[in-house]
T-cell receptor, first 115, second 110 residues
Framework: EAGVTQSPRYAVLQEGQAVSFWCDPI?????LYWYQQPRDQGPQLLVY????????NSQLPSDRFSAVRPKGTNSTLKIQSAKQGDTATYLC?????????????FGSGTRLTVL | QEKVQQSPESLIVPEGAMSSLNCTFS?????SIWWYQQHPGKGPEALI?????GNKKEGRLTVYLNRASLHVSLHIRDSQPSDSAVYLC??????????FGIGTRVLVRP
């Protein structure tokens, strides 16, 4: 069974440029998460979906970040005007929601560098 | 907001020794505690989880949870060079959120 797939693997931008990250979750998983992981830190939740609905986006910098999951399968995270502080690895994870034992499966991430 | 702290920051152990990692969290009502392993350039991978006070064993892994002291530990028996990685403690709390610590970097020397 295929795991969580993310693309691109790397992105290098100048400040002010836009970038999109794409995630294909494990087939059948209804819940999808986007995490930001700065270097030498743990992952920090940005937003998560159940099917196509946003459940929690309270940690998403809404003025520059947006995330969609229109058909409840693939998802796109976009940064409109990147800042140096956005330099991090962006991880997508998926799970089958149901109980507290739900396991998150992560992709390998997109490593973003903003110059 | 849930807070998760891990110690030590890094650990070097000889091959075959026990690796012991610690994690403290802020909310005794947290639903479950997870340990993830992360190799360079890869996403975290779930290793083991625990819900109730006490211990749980899976293969070379043992985890101990004490909700009263808000402490959980992970012990890796017979550590192998392939166990070299960052180990992340994560706590699931209300709203189904998983909050991670910054990790412990483990290096197993052959």
């Amino acid at each position: 069974e295929a795991g969580v797939t993310q693309s691109p693997r790397y992105a290098v931008l100048q400040e002010g440029q836009a970038v999109s990250f794409w995630c294909d979750p494990i087939s059948g998983h209804d819940t999808l998460y986007w995490y930001q992981q700065p270097r030498d830190q743990g992952p920090q939740l940005l937003v998560y979906f159940r099917d196509e609905a946003v459940i929690d986006n309270s940690q998403l910098p809404s003025d520059r970040f947006s995330a969609v999951r229109p058909k409840g399968t693939n998802s796109t995270l976009k940064i409109q005007s990147a800042k140096q502080g956005d330099t991090a690895t962006y991880l997508c994870a998926s799970s089958f929601w149901g109980y507290s034992a739900e396991t998150l499966y992560f992709g390998s991430g997109t490593r973003l560098t903003v110059l | 907001q849930e807070k998760v702290q891990q110690s030590p920051e890094s650990l070097i152990v000889p091959e075959g020794a026990m690796s012991s990692l610690n994690c403290t969290f802020s909310n005794s009502a947290s639903q479950s505690i997870w340990w993830y392993q992360q190799h360079p350039g890869k996403g975290p991978e779930a290793l083991i989880s625990i819900f109730s006070n006490g211990n749980k064993k899976e293969g070379r892994l043992t985890v101990y949870l004490n909700r009263a002291s808000l402490h959980v530990s992970l012990h890796i028996r017979d550590s192998q060079p392939s166990d070299s990685a960052v180990y992340l403690c994560a706590v699931r709390s209300a709203g189904n959120k998983l909050t991670f610590g910054i990790g412990t970097r483990v290096l197993v020397r052959p």
